[in-house]
């Protein structure tokens, strides 16, 4: 006897599929239709981001678009698993969820981690990194989670019996998953712990960036903290379990975009500013310079200092500037003895003065 199929669904629909039209179960609507919304936005930011590339031009900025390219890719994945927990659990839908949940959120949280990471040398004024150690930090972070899906899934599967991780207790099924998510959770941990290093640092122009992924993680350590403790909770009906683990998903997608992708490209074209990076030719200044000990070295001690100030007097003079000065040079003074002369008698030249006498 054919069951009847539900409101909004057609009577020929596969009953796995049944969540994703049916009214009286109308989370699995409301939840596609975010994850598709979400999904959209993803790859409109990619494409954005391609389009952008040419447009930036701080350097710095320009090495990070690769790892910020690979985290929308995530994003995207996050997306599109959400229909895999709308659609029942069973052989094909149960080795997708335990595997890319995990290597998905890994992605994300490397990617934010290699960036914070990059920010932490910007911040104190340090070389950038180049854009292929941030990529190769995001991947070397996230391969880890892959390898540990693989082996959970090999094993408990026994490499033929697809099935048996929805034939797994659901008690033990969900402990399982959350198990299988500690190495996402330590990623999570760093992350937050290295965002906040961002903001110990004299340029403060990058600071803005470790806010965005200070408060990503925040708002993402949030959302994992509710959805564990609901998927943990034995009174919970189990019913419940999918569309928890659909709300995570949708909910944590939307919360990279709107906290770290969308204030990201605000700051993307902006101009190079130069008060967040160091002054090339710092070092030539006289503050830096090391002080030389020694005896030959010693020119410039207090007692010579005044003494050539009280030689040279009006003299504008710094003994540790490494570039000509300009002197007010006094005029020189006389000190010659005036010495007596016979002044030229006015009558001299007399015509009533007889010569010879």
Request: charged share 15%.
């Given at each position: 006897?054919?069951?009847?199929?539900?409101?909004?669904?057609?009577?020929?629909?596969?009953?796995r599929?049944?969540?994703?039209?049916?009214l009286?179960?109308?989370?699995?609507?409301?939840?596609?239709t975010?994850?598709?919304?979400?999904?959209?936005?993803?790859?409109?930011?990619?494409?954005?981001l391609?389009?952008?590339?040419c447009?930036?031009?701080?350097?710095?900025?320009?090495?990070?678009?690769p790892?910020?390219?690979?985290?929308?890719?995530?994003?995207?994945?996050?997306?599109?698993?959400?229909?895999?927990?709308?659609?029942?659990?069973?052989?094909?839908?149960?080795?997708t969820?335990?595997?890319?949940?995990?290597?998905?959120?890994?992605?994300?949280?490397?990617?934010?981690?290699?960036?914070?990471?990059?920010?932490?040398?910007?911040?104190?004024?340090?070389?950038p990194?180049?854009?292929?150690?941030?990529?190769?930090?995001?991947?070397?972070?996230?391969?880890?989670q892959?390898v540990?899906?693989?082996?959970?899934?090999?094993?408990?599967?026994?490499?033929?019996?697809?099935?048996?991780?929805?034939?797994?207790?659901?008690?033990?099924?969900?402990?399982?998953?959350?198990?299988?998510?500690?190495?996402?959770?330590?990623?999570?941990?760093?992350?937050?712990?290295?965002?906040?290093?961002?903001?110990?640092?004299?340029?403060?122009?990058?600071?803005?960036?470790?806010?965005?992924?200070?408060?990503?993680?925040?708002?993402s350590?949030?959302?994992?903290?509710?959805?564990?403790?609901?998927?943990?909770?034995?009174?919970?009906?189990?019913r419940?379990?999918?569309?928890?683990?659909?709300?995570?998903?949708?909910?944590?997608?939307?919360?990279?975009?709107l906290a770290?992708v969308?204030?990201?490209?605000?700051?993307?074209?902006?101009?190079?500013?130069?008060?967040?990076?160091?002054?090339?030719?710092a070092?030539?200044?006289?503050?830096?310079?090391?002080?030389s000990y020694?005896?030959?070295n010693?020119?410039?001690?207090?007692?010579?200092?005044?003494r050539?100030?009280?030689?040279?007097?009006?003299?504008?003079?710094a003994?540790?500037?490494?570039?000509?000065?300009?002197?007010?040079?006094?005029p020189?003074r006389?000190?010659?003895?005036?010495?007596?002369?016979?002044?030229?008698?006015?009558?001299?030249d007399?015509?009533?003065?007889?010569?010879?006498?």
């Amino acid at each position: 006897m054919a069951t009847t199929a539900p409101s909004g669904c057609r009577s020929d629909l596969d009953p796995r599929y049944q969540r994703l039209c049916d009214l009286s179960e109308g989370w699995g609507i409301v939840l596609e239709t975010m994850a598709a919304a979400g999904a959209v936005t993803a790859v409109a930011f990619m494409f954005a981001l391609l389009v952008l590339v040419c447009k930036v031009q701080d350097s710095s900025k320009r090495k990070m678009l690769p790892t910020q390219f690979l985290l929308l890719l995530g994003v995207l994945g996050v997306f599109g698993l959400t229909f895999a927990f709308i659609i029942r659990l069973d052989a094909a839908t149960g080795p997708t969820r335990f595997f890319l949940f995990g290597v998905l959120f890994s992605l994300c949280f490397s990617c934010l981690l290699a960036h914070a990471i990059g920010l932490t040398r910007l911040v104190r004024g340090r070389r950038p990194l180049s854009w292929l150690v941030l990529l190769g930090l995001a991947l070397g972070f996230s391969v880890v989670q892959d390898v540990i899906a693989v082996e959970y899934i090999v094993l408990v599967t026994n490499r033929t019996n697809a099935a048996a991780l929805a034939e797994l207790p659901a008690p033990r099924r969900n402990e399982d998953f959350v198990m299988l998510l500690i190495y996402v959770l330590l990623l999570m941990a760093l992350t937050l712990l290295t965002s906040l290093f961002t903001f110990c640092g004299p340029f403060a122009g990058w600071k803005r960036h470790g806010l965005h992924i200070c408060l990503t993680t925040i708002v993402s350590i949030l959302i994992w903290a509710a959805w564990i403790t609901l998927l943990l909770i034995p009174a919970l009906d189990h019913r419940w379990d999918d569309t928890i683990l659909s709300a995570a998903l949708v909910a944590n997608g939307w919360a990279f975009l709107l906290a770290y992708v969308v204030p990201e490209f605000q700051q993307l074209t902006k101009q190079r500013n130069p008060m967040d990076y160091p002054v090339e030719d710092a070092f030539c200044k006289p503050q830096l310079m090391k002080q030389s000990y020694g005896v030959e070295n010693r020119a410039y001690s207090q007692e010579e200092i005044a003494r050539g100030l009280e030689e040279v007097g009006d003299t504008f003079y710094a003994p540790y500037t490494t570039h000509l000065q300009l002197q007010n040079r006094s005029p020189q003074r006389d000190f010659s003895i005036p010495r007596a002369q016979a002044r030229t008698s006015p009558y001299g030249d007399y015509e009533g003065r007889k010569e010879g006498s």
